[in-house]
Every structure is written in C-alpha cells, then in structure tokens.
C-alpha cells in the first residue's frame, strides 16, 4: 500500500524514516521534502509540509497527485484544550473544524462551517479511529480546533473550547482533512499535546519531542496494518 504521512517540521518526520529506514529516495517537490520509504510490501512517502493550513493541504495534493497514495497518516504537536490534557498525551483526532472560516457576515451561518455542511465538523474516517482505539487502549479519542494561528493565551484556548467543543487546537488538521475528503483518501491522525490550557509553565519542547515521537514510532506498524485491513 502506498501511505502518504505529512508531519509539519521536520523534528516530527525525523524519527519515522530513521528508525524505519530503508530510504529509497528524497524529493524536493514544490518546496515539499518527500522521503520514499519501504517498509515490508508498503511504500511510505514521508512529507514536511510545512506549518499552516494551506501548506499542509497543498502537501496532501502533492503525495495524491505525484506518488499515487491511497491514504494519509498525520502527525503533529498541538495545545491543549481540554484541561485534563496533560503534556505529552498522544491521543487520536475524530474530527476537525476550520475555526478561522466564517462567512457569517454575508449568510448569518456559524463560524466554521463550510457551504454545503450541516454543521462545522470534517470527520475523519470513524473506522480506522475504531479499529486504533480498540487495539491501542490508551489512545484518546478528541476533536480538534484548527486555525492558522499559534494559540497561546489560556483566553483564546477557553473561546475555543468554549465554541466549539474541542480538546486540542492545531494549525494543518482542517487542511488536510479537507484535502483528504475531497481526494477520497482515508485520513489518520495522531497528535502530541506539547502545551497545556492554562498558562502554566511548559516543559521544554525538546524533551516533549522526545517523549511523542516515541509514541509515534509504536503506533505505527498498528497504523499501517490498520489501512491494510481497510483495503
């Protein structure tokens, strides 16, 4: 199976090919670096979008357009929401809502909901979010506010949590999950809280990269048999 994964910096794609190896190459494309890695009968194409929205999406027309992928595993740090979310909890993203779309001036419609939608959320494939729960008991199912902002102040991660009934707040989810949707390309995602709801004192991001991509190194074989079963 071809599997494309988009982390947004480098320091969360690292680990992935290092300890997988096996790199067959490494592309430059459209300021995208792709690493091709084969794992057993799979072919994984690694991706640094990139922070942001647009380049994450961008990155998921890349791996579909040039490498052919048929489905699409996301990993990310993200701040906490919830306020029982403790730095370093790896947990798993059932949906996803683009905070920052909102054409509420013009048609009176909430913010965040795109036309054409019932409500604001793009849920990701409730399978394969069944199938890792099950397995992987410890892994914390969550909705996401995604925006193009770096939310820091305790007041904004309340509004959001507040608005919009989510855990955690990234800045490439809805991007990718909208890329994803329209594609027809099943879409895992998996994210480490680097940063909690309050403003208390954060722990040094190194030893919180540390401390996630370790679990991101365990989930994966489960996540590639997963999309395997899926087929």
Known sequence: MKIGIIAAMAEEALPIYQKLGNVKKVDTVAGVTVRAVMTGED????ATSG???IRAALAVQLLKDVYSVEAIVNFGFVGAL???LDVGSVVIADKVCHYQFDTSALDGVKAGQYDGKDDVWFVLDEGLVASLTASESALRRVSVASGDVFVAGA???HSLREDFGAQICDMELAGIAIAAERNG???VSIKVVSDRADDSAPESFSS???KGLSRYEEL???IIRTLNAAK
């Open 220 to 222: 994966l074989p489960a």
């Open 185 to 187: 390309l099943p879409l």
């Open 82 to 84: 919830a306020n029982d």
């Open 43 to 46: 072919e994984l194409f690694v």
């Open 51 to 53: 922070v942001g929205e």
């Open 155 to 157: 007041e904004t991660k």
């Open 208 to 210: 919180v990269v540390k």
